[in-house]
């Protein structure tokens, strides 16, 4: 039996529309800062991408910036610090990305990381993508939101500053964007030849672009015809199968609002790691947290900062569904774990 894809957070399949754009780029020769025919065609295909990226996050295309993934574009905003207070915060819950810059400041003006939704647990905060819940300037982590549910401005204001990725969304790997909602343009941490309009140089990638574009496009289209409402139907199909398996499981976050496609899994006494490699050889893909997290043998940060002691956040896997997954396999999913459930149960006893 083929395998199952259930690691969804972690990477998206290419979408077909992103292919077909990266393959008709890849036959365009120029270089986009070029002012000749070819180089004109590349730049075309780069401005084009943005206009979509930015229909797909609401706002202006030149106040889309392209980096080589979601991490670069939080470096380039938290290097904005100074221009709002001098101090940047994020808490335990927010991605590695941005916890590796983090100075824990505690009074005084600061530009603060706050994630629109959570990508091990699929809890959202805020609803929308606000400035209103901290006092100062913010950078919005949407990379999981982007391409699953519209992203939504609260009448306080916009962020200060976007991140997201495209290959969460189906675009390749690669490549990310930085939005910049304030009036002045980011200082590049990258300098050179003054590409993005001097704020990120290095030769854009084309291919990689023009593949963000349309999977943006695609993306967007699947938000507003209301597909990932059936996505939300598998995960609830999922968690309540298994909970029929197992009453101590605890699905983390089920009492908030959540991504549609995203079930945090703890099951007391059975550590997350060995649920991934045991299922993993059964033919299903999921992960024991997020991608950047993998190879670490620790309990989730995310879930002790929740208030879940170590050894039961130890116990946690995720499941992210896709587009693209099927009740079939979610149910095939749960009776699988199932077994193996009652299989480790009785090793134990």
Known sequence: MSRVYFDHNATTPLRDEARAAMVTAMDVVGNP????SEGRAAKMMVERARVQVAE????????????????????????QKDRHGGQFVSLQTEHDCFLAWDEAATEGPALHAIS???????????????????SGAVVCDITQIAGKMPVVYDESGKPSYMILSAHKLGGPKGVGALINFTADDPQAILRGGG???GRRSGTENVIGIAGFGAAAVAAGQDVANGAWERVAKLRNILEKALETASKKTIFVGNDQQRLPNTSCILTPGWKGETQVMQMDLAGFAVSAGSACSSGKVRASRVLTAMGYEDEL???AIRVS????NTEDEVLRFADVWAQKLKKHEARAA
């Not at 889309?64 to 380039?76: H, K, P, Q």
């Not at 629109?116 to 901290?134: L, Q, Y």
């Not at 569904?321 to 693209?324: E, N, P």
């Open 313 to 315: 956040a130890a116990c």
């Open 321 to 324: 569904l896709g587009l693209s």
């Open 33 to 36: 800062s070029s002012v000749h």
């Open 116 to 134: 629109a939704a959570n990508s091990e647990t699929g809890v959202m905060k805020p609803a929308v993508v606000s400035n209103a819940s901290v």
């Open 56 to 79: 797909l996050v609401g706002c202006l295309p030149t106040q889309v910036v392209f980096t080589g993934s979601a991490t670069e574009a939080a470096a380039l905003a938290v290097a």
């Open 195 to 197: 590409q993005e309009m």
